[in-house]
């Protein structure tokens, strides 16, 4: 089914034809553009270079124009149904999905949406204030179209909230208004989104590792038996691909700026040129790694288990996993810490499949590194970037409660406390890192922070004027 954007919320889930349903939404409508008008973009502007979503096949689901901000055209969309889909795991595997939410489910998948819904407004209200600060006008374009598909991905979360879970659904619609990333009486669900994201390092640094957690829950979640959920998720991950790719070239840029600074100035010393210092960028990298690995949850889990089981929520690409996909005479090991030493345990691997999940999404950080390690040998640099241990600066699951060096030594609380400040972003390094974040706003110009982008967005050239502003 095509998009109707004839119609007040554009969607392709035949709203029309549903008339309690679409008066639910159209009441839900006005209370999250308020949200998007108090808790969105602080920078004032005329009209933004975003894509808009018109289909969502495979060819050709994107169009581009300058819009309004405030005027883009939120909706619900989901990715084509098959009719023949089948479950792909869990005791009721090979049957058919489900287009209902079954009773006994119905607690279980409503939290799993809730918990992903409120991770999409988070980043917007994280994010609020870097347009002031933006280093060119095709990096304010990218944080605008970042920030207005997290929140159509608030929508496609709100819609199943609304469609399939009655009035507790819309009850939990509302609320994912009122809690905000930071709010001390009512913060966000996860403790990444109530993190700021104070400058435009930290924003690529975001959308690299914490996006990427997102992408790896949307996959898990991509495979649900719930049909709606599966469709949803999957349209989702195609807006995602680009958050990330924002990530992945900004980082670039910022690590070939500063090669280029160490190059001319013959130091690693380059604060005082305007740059972002290698060791500050590792700094970085560990901090918004490790808090995005918290995202995963213990490597034990129960709940993770069951949510398999009943077949609610599968592994990243189930299907090409090559085992019986119940998992119930399999065995897995997971991380531990005993008696002073990090180790590991065999467990059910049904138990370990948040383990699991890290670990693919691991392997898929590992080729950002890869790739800046390149940008800094073409560079002439001979110094490298690393991932720091799984078990650094961790508060979520076994590694929580203990101190892990970048390297995977355990110490203790004094030698973490004398060394935090060279392992994560010190006071001096924030403030430095925001000392550089002055606004860019002359089509073609770029800070001195990072280097300019390689290409234009949807063919457009690097110079193009990307936003207007009144
Ligand atoms: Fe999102
Ligand atoms: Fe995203």
Known sequence: MSIDYSEKIP???????????????????PNFLNWWKTMGPAVPT????????????????????????????????????????????????????????????????????????????????????????AP?????????????????????????????????????????????????????????????TPDWLSFY??????????????????????????????????????????????????????????????????????????????????FHYSVSLDLFGSERSTNAANYFTAGLKGRWQEERRKDDHVLTEDAAQIDVVRAGEITTDEVSALLALNHDLRREYIADCETGLKRWNRVLEKGGIERRLHLPHVGFNRHVGVFGGHHITPKGDLVGEDVWAANQDKWLPSEA????????????????????????????INDKPVDYEYVHFP
């Open 11 to 29: 969607n392709n889930v035949d709203l029309v034809g549903n008339r309690k349903l679409q008066r639910a939404l159209e009441s839900w409508q």
């Open 46 to 133: 005329e009209n933004v270079y975003l894509r808009t979503a018109v289909a969502v096949g495979r060819e050709g689901w994107a169009h581009f124009d300058h819009v309004p901000m405030d005027e883009y055209r939120w909706g619900v969309f989901l990715a084509e149904r098959n009719t023949d889909r089948r479950i792909a795991f869990g005791e009721q595997k090979g049957e058919p999905v489900w287009q209902q939410v079954p009773g006994e489910y119905r607690a279980d998948l409503q939290r799993l949406i809730v918990i992903q819904g409120d991770t999409e407004p988070a980043s917007v209200e994280q994010q609020r204030r870097l347009g002031e600060s």
């Open 136 to 196: 060119s006008l095709y990096d304010l374009r990218n944080l605008f179209q970042v920030n207005v598909e997290e929140g159509r991905h608030l929508w496609a979360m709100v819609y199943l909230l609304h469609a399939y879970f009655g009035r507790a659904g819309r009850e939990e619609a509302e609320a994912l208004l009122q809690r905000n990333s930071g709010d001390i009486d009512s913060p966000r669900i996860l403790g990444a989104f109530n993190e700021e």
């Open 205 to 286: 640094m975001f959308t690299y590792f914490t996006d990427r957690d997102g992408k790896y829950q949307l996959g898990t979640l991509k495979e649900s038996a719930f049909d709606p959920l599966s469709r949803t998720c999957e349209f989702m991950l195609k807006e995602e691909a680009h958050h990330m790719f924002v990530g992945t070239t900004g980082v670039d840029r910022v690590v070939a700026r500063t090669a280029e600074l160490m190059r001319e100035h013959d130091t690693d010393d380059i604060a005082p040129y305007g740059g972002i210092p290698l060791d500050v960028i590792q700094k970085y990298i560990n």
């Open 429 to 456: 390094d924030k403030t430095h890192v925001r000392s550089l974040m002055r606004p860019v706003y002359e089509p073609g110009k770029i800070a001195g922070w990072i280097a300019p982008p390689s290409k234009g």
